[in-house]
């Protein structure tokens, strides 16, 4: 791609060099560099540059005059995003900070403007292994190359004219603090790759037989990962059973966690020899309660190709077939609980299994202790995610199967969670490795379960909430309300028209029933199929960014979006500036539920937390009952859309 030794350019840009170089470059050789590298370019992109690229020189100029030793800093050109067709404007690389440029040549700041920079530098910080890291900070500057425009300013981005480049560059340069990203850095392959959804995941380790190492995920996750994998080693060794509790806030990576571990090659090693001599095909075993994510990630699976049934199997299933008396036990060392903390009480297991009376924790102990050898059972614990009957239990559930178990167990969990079971009477050791709470399933949403969980629970001030949400923009997390649903569905459908692999749709409440008048139902009813849903192309009617039925927290617990647009409903409304469920009494009266206030509060803690880029929050015009709650999310940060 290079023209000459000086313009470094691979297949991520169009031009690449050093300040020196590029303020030193004739315009024809640079639109020529552009030329090759956008092999579609239009008259208007060209024009465009020529409009554009001149005084992009000139400020660099400037800014070198100042200070020589600004040679080394770069200039990008055309640089490319690895989520689609997005390319940024320029990049200038300058000590301690990477600014990203967007040329406008009307003078005026509209709105889809400011969100198209402003997702550019979101993508730059959460997926550029050279940004936001070591002090290095990004920021969006929205540049007017023709007309002048009133100049604004935030945390996050800058609204300027081109004349006032070299003084931005001059404000956000650190000088000897820290050295520039060199440009060659910057633009090699692989730098830069987006953090994958679990399902993508999940589709990469069939094709590629490993899962990835992306950049936020691993700084999360890896010190569970290895204290995991060692104590695993520990019982095998000494032919120990072993709990395992790996706990974590909504997105903290403990799914991804457990499908690093369910496929881990040293567990091959570790199995025992069966009575003739032969050793289990499937070592571990990744276990889910979650129907719609068993179904997604199956779906997907079976779409490249691969078995879905033994990459992940229903925990529903699995306990029934091993409980019986006369089974075998299972050829499983390692056993994978997905969402431990919603594990069936022994009532709602008797309702569903008449031949069966113990918790799934006590079942799940009782078959663990038939196999050969070792066992550890690893219980992947999420807060406040029950929203089923018989879930309410959560860990305690846990302590009693231990508490009552015919064999010797030992338990290990986080400093904290250890803390509870040793109230409950187990001696458990702690470590700080088996607790995640930083959320990374969110790119851009450090924070989101703090705040999600202070406006279910009503424990925490608007003006702290306020604060919260603040700081989420300020991380790049789109944070939105609006009382229009047309409006709602636009904003989305345009935000990612060129994003073809996003995904994008509406959710709501499940024992919501006003919203129905308004046209959104669940969907799929009663036989909701999460896979296609999930993973179809818009062309398919059943796809999500359709945006034409909503799932349910039923639905979309444990699965994710890239931005959500969550329908509230009447269910759970402020009323006397606190919460209500008076308008679910049908489902208060259902038989089983012991608790249906707190079931309505994670129910919305889910709907809120399944956005990694963004959530868009939605009270229709016409539901005047939820005109408190608007207000309410206003007050405690939401950004009001248009």
């Not at 881990?264 to 070592?283: H, I, R, W, Y």
């Amino acid at each position: 791609m290079s023209s000459s030794p000086a313009n470094l350019a691979n297949e991520n840009c169009g031009w690449a060099s050093r300040f020196h170089t590029f303020t030193s470059a004739t315009i024809d050789d640079l639109v020529s560099s552009l030329v090759s590298f956008v092999r579609d370019s239009t008259p208007e992109e060209i024009r465009a540059w020529k409009g554009t690229i001149p005084g992009l020189q000139k400020e660099c100029k400037k800014s070198l005059s100042i200070n020589p030793d600004r040679v080394h800093y770069g200039a990008i050109l055309e640089y490319r995003l690895p989520d689609g067709p997005h390319r940024v404007d320029a990049v200038l690389l300058v000590s301690g900070a990477v600014l990203v440029l967007e040329f406008k040549g009307d003078g005026n700041w509209q709105p889809q403007y400011l969100e198209q920079a402003a997702d550019y530098a979101r993508r730059l910080y959460w997926w550029h292994s050279k940004c936001g890291d070591e002090g290095v900070r990004v920021h969006t500057i929205l540049v007017s190359y023709g007309q002048q425009g009133a100049e604004q300013e935030n945390e996050f981005s800058t609204l300027t004219n081109i004349s006032n480049l070299s003084n931005l560059i001059e404000r956000f340069d650190r000088g000897s603090e820290l050295p520039p990203v060199s440009v060659e850095e910057f633009i090699q392959p692989g730098v830069c790759q987006p953090s994958p959804t679990l399902v993508q995941a999940a589709r990469r380790f069939f094709a590629d037989h490993e899962l990835p190492t992306i950049k936020r995920i691993d700084e999360v996750t890896s010190g569970a990962v290895i204290r995991i994998t060692d104590l695993i080693h520990e019982a095998a060794e000494q032919s120990r059973r072993r709990l395992i509790l790996l706990s974590g806030v909504p997105g903290a990576g403990k799914t991804f966690v457990g499908l690093k571990i369910a496929h881990a090659s040293f567990l091959d090693d570790l199995t025992e020899l069966g009575p003739n001599g032969e050793k289990s095909s499937v070592p571990a075993v990744f276990l889910s309660g979650n129907g719609p994510l068993v179904d997604v990630l199956q779906y997907e699976l079976r779409q490249s190709g691969a078995d879905g049934r033994v990459f992940v199997r229903g925990v529903k299933d699995f306990v029934k077939r091993y409980s019986k008396r006369d089974s075998k036990p299972p050829p499983h060392h390692v056993l994978i609980f997905d969402e431990a903390q919603r594990a069936w009480d022994a009532e709602r297991v008797r309702s569903r299994h008449a031949d069966q009376t113990k918790s799934e924790p006590a079942a799940f102990l009782e078959f663990a202790e038939r196999v050969p050898g070792w066992c550890v059972i690893l219980g992947l614990i999420g807060d406040g995610q029950q929203i089923h009957g018989g879930e309410e239990g959560g860990v305690q559930l846990w302590i009693d199967a231990v508490t009552e178990a015919d064999g010797e167990w030992d338990v290990v969990a986080s400093e904290t969670m250890s803390h509870l079971l040793r109230q409950g009477g187990l001696n458990s050791a702690g470590f700080p490795e088996l607790h995640l709470d930083r959320s990374v399933r969110f790119n851009f949403a450090a924070g989101l379960s703090r705040w999600v969980s202070g406006v279910v629970d009503d424990e925490i001030p608007s003006d702290q909430l306020r604060r919260e949400a603040d700081q989420l923009r300020k991380q790049g997390y789109q944070l939105r309300v609006t009382r229009d649903i047309e409006t709602a569905k636009s904003f989305l459908w345009q935000k990612y028209r060129h994003s073809s692999n996003a995904r994008f749709g509406m959710l709501k409440s499940s024992r919501d029933k006003s919203l129905q008048k308004l046209g959104i139902h669940e969907a799929g009813g009663r036989y909701f199929r999460a896979g296609p849903w999930y993973a179809d192309p818009e062309e398919s009617p059943s796809s999500c960014r359709r945006l034409l039925e909503a799932a349910t927290e039923f639905g979309s617990q444990g699965l994710e979006l890239d931005h959500s647009l969550v329908m509230w409903g009447t269910d759970f409304i402020r009323c006397g500036r606190s919460w209500s469920i008076e308008q679910s009494k049908k489902y208060n009266k259902r038989s089983g539920v012991k608790d249906a206030f707190t079931l309505r509060r994670n129910a919305y803690r889910v709907l809120l937390t399944r956005g990694r880029e963004g959530c868009l929050i939605c009270l229709p015009h016409s539901i005047t009952e939820l005109d408190e709650s608007y207000d309410f999310l206003v007050e405690s940060g939401c950004e009001e859309l248009g």
